[in-house]
């Protein structure tokens, strides 16, 4: 079973960038649609971005498309995601999991939840 770890948050001011990253304690996930998942305190968790498994294809919530990009190294083992022009509504624990991409649907996540890594954008 594939369990995610997450690494790359930090304190941030609005305005700028972070880089995510997601490895695997494990089995490796190369084999895996990926997604990023964030949950803010006192909200329920939400879809971010989501790509296939050979990286040709990705998927973002609307309100992020442009500002965030999420790709994939199968070689390394790692899912990123690059995240510019932070808001502080982008405040959140974000967590990478595997997902399921269907047609038409916000993509699922099916795997193991990792401890997340925390995001803080100040004003």
């Known amino acids: 079973q594939v369990r995610p770890l997450e690494s790359g948050g930090g304190l941030v001011q609005a305005g700028g960038s972070l880089r995510l990253s997601c490895g695997s304690s494990g089995r490796t996930f190369s084999s895996d649609a990926m997604g990023w998942f964030r949950q803010a305190t006192g909200k329920e968790r939400e879809f971010v971005a989501a790509?296939?498994?050979?990286?040709?294809?990705?998927y973002y919530t609307d309100s992020l498309k442009g500002r965030f990009t999420i790709s994939r190294d199968n070689a390394k083992n790692t899912v990123y995601l690059q995240m510019n022009s932070l808001k502080p509504e982008d405040t959140a624990v974000y967590y990478c999991?595997?997902?399921?991409?269907?047609?038409?649907?916000?993509?699922?996540?099916?795997?193991?939840w990792g401890q997340g890594t925390q995001v803080t954008v100040s004003s």
């Open positions: 790509i296939n498994r050979s990286g040709s294809n990705t």
């Open positions: 999991t595997p997902v399921i991409i269907s047609s038409g649907a916000t993509p699922r996540a099916f795997g193991s």
